[in-house]
């Protein structure tokens, strides 16, 4: 099968397996020229929670490549078949473990329902199994809780739950942009209702970061030295009526809540070293490509950013969030008011978003090509799905099974 990119409204239908894997080797390379190993201080054994794309990948993988850390990975993928290519993340996991193995490194990858009181069960197992294959303790030093998911089922009740989009209390409007011909829509989204702010809530809030930190301390897999780590974005004012003061916004302030309760129940009683929301730049993703302004809000900041010689990706954010924050030299982790850690203070420095807001005010659909990195973000885009990658010839046949 030849397979190139099938997209549609800012969502692409499939993926390439060989172009995941060249991706997946070259943050590799990158998190293994950035990071060294501090014996006693940098993670030995790590669970990555939602695994496959993203920040989650690139946490996994700046704790393998960068650390060599036994990692345990768990994310719910689609496999491929004779007509269709699965998700991306399937095959970036794969790659993963490939180049793991490759290395020498221990890792475990679960393919399977995070939210499942099952998986968790099985996570542990997993976890004392590459521990002892490793010979070292079954004590995990890092939990990165990385899940994005649009539903969940509570484990006890079995109701499913669905995530929305929307903004709370009034209707929104912005213009937002086609990264693939460049062209300006005016996006709408009618305020949400009492039930969907709740049901956000439930499938992105914090509620299931804190089952997790439960189960792995009845499974005694935690230790003083155990830091957890989640992520959140917090984003510039122009979109705060979509993001941060929407139902996507509710449900990270519920992450912040959980993050409180892991510190007062765990932290404080010296059974954990802490747990953390790390507030992350906007990047390309498979979901920031379909909230309303942010696509041009990011094609903007890409050019502003990289003009400056400040734009990171997620490898990039993650590789300063372990080596500057989580494990910095000095041993402390900085922090906000809030008890956040900010990798987004370049994204957010004023001069920065004063430049971001100029130029979103000068950019037409005539200069689109020019004035914003529009070719930036579609590359991102289609490189989270294994396409637009140099070195990868798209013209040869792939087996998918």
């Not at 190993?37 to 054994?45: A, F, I, S």
């Not at 496999?79 to 699965?86: I, M």
Request: net charge neutral; glycine share 8%.
């Amino acid at each position: 099968m030849i397979i190139k990119p099938m997209i549609r409204n800012n969502i692409c239908l499939n993926c390439h397996p060989a172009g995941c894997a060249v991706s997946v080797q070259r943050q590799i390379e990158y998190a293994k020229k950035n990071l060294t190993k501090v014996e006693g201080k940098t993670p030995k054994l790590a669970l990555v929670i939602g695994c496959s794309t993203g920040y989650g990948l690139a946490s996994r993988i700046s704790a393998a490549f960068g650390y060599g850390a036994v990692t345990v990975g768990v994310s719910f993928e689609k496999e491929p078949n004779e007509r269709q290519t699965g998700t991306p993340g399937f095959h970036n996991n794969a790659a993963f473990d490939r180049e793991a193995e490759k290395a020498g490194l221990v890792s475990v990858t679960l393919n399977g329902d995070a939210f499942s009181d099952e998986i968790k069960a099985e996570i542990c197992e997993s976890v004392k199994k590459a521990a002892a294959k490793a010979g070292i303790p079954a004590k995990i030093d890092l939990v990165v809780y990385s899940l994005a998911s649009p539903v969940r089922t509570d484990p006890k009740t079995k109701v499913m739950y669905k995530s929305v989009i929307k903004p709370i209390g009034a209707s929104f409007s912005g213009k937002t942009l086609n990264m693939m011909d460049g062209t300006f829509i005016i996006a709408e989204a009618k305020p949400a209702e009492e039930d969907e702010i709740l049901n956000t809530v439930k499938v992105m809030g914090g509620e299931d970061w804190e089952l997790w930190i439960d189960a792995l301390d009845g499974a005694g897999l935690l230790s003083p030295q155990t830091r957890a780590i989640a992520y959140t974005y917090i984003g510039p004012e122009l979109s705060w009526a979509i993001y941060k003061n929407g139902t996507i916004g509710k449900a990270k302030e519920d992450l912040e809540r959980a993050c409180r309760e892991i510190n007062k129940k765990y932290t404080a009683q010296k059974k954990m070293n802490g747990a953390w929301v790390s507030v992350n730049k906007a990047v390309v993703t498979r979901s920031s490509a379909v909230i309303p302004i942010i696509p041009f809000y990011i094609a903007c900041l890409f050019k502003v950013m990289k003009d400056m010689g400040l734009h990171e990706g997620c490898i990039e954010q993650i590789v300063r969030l372990y080596r500057d924050c989580l494990y910095s030299a000095e041993g402390s982790v900085p922090v906000d008011s809030e008890n956040r850690i900010r990798i987004d203070d370049w994204e957010m420095r004023d001069d920065v978003q004063k430049a971001v807001n100029e130029k979103m005010k000068i950019v037409t659909p005539e200069n689109v090509f020019t004035e914003t990195d529009i070719a930036g973000f579609k590359h991102d885009f289609l490189e989270a799905h294994g396409f637009d990658i140099e070195g990868v010839n798209y013209d040869t046949d792939i087996i998918l099974v």
